[in-house]
């Protein structure tokens, strides 16, 4: 079993930054990709940015240009800096981790940038 806890969302302005964060623990060895999803009310989830444990990263076009995510030296955090945020990226964000056999999610953090 893997757990992931998310820090880091909250209330900005249009064109801030915020900086989200997502701890791994347990079986963490059985995880290769970690990545983002978000979901805005009404909307099906969808997948922001993700990167494998070689490090090879994976963007929405919504998100390049204005997002990174990076992990940690440990390879169990997994980090997005999301900087000229729009009202358009309000939603509630996952922390998602590809094991070998099972998905794990976070329970997801807010996200709201007014305008």
């Known amino acids: 079993q893997v757990q992931l806890v998310e820090s880091g969302g909250g209330l900005v302005q249009a064109g801030g930054s915020l900086r989200l964060s997502c701890a791994a623990s347990g079986s963490i060895f059985s995880i290769n990709t970690m990545g983002w999803y978000r979901q805005a009310p009404g909307k099906q989830r969808e997948l922001v940015a993700a990167?494998?444990?070689?490090?090879?990263?994976n963007y929405a076009d919504s998100a390049k240009g204005r997002f990174t995510i990076s992990r940690g030296n440990a390879k169990n955090t997994v980090y997005l800096q999301m900087n000229s945020l729009k009202p358009e990226d309000t939603a509630v964000y996952y922390c998602?981790?590809?094991?070998?056999?099972?998905?794990?999610w976070g329970q997801g953090t807010q996200v709201t940038v007014s305008s």
């Open positions: 990167i494998t444990g070689g490090g090879t990263t």
């Open positions: 998602h981790a590809a094991g070998i056999v099972y998905d794990y």
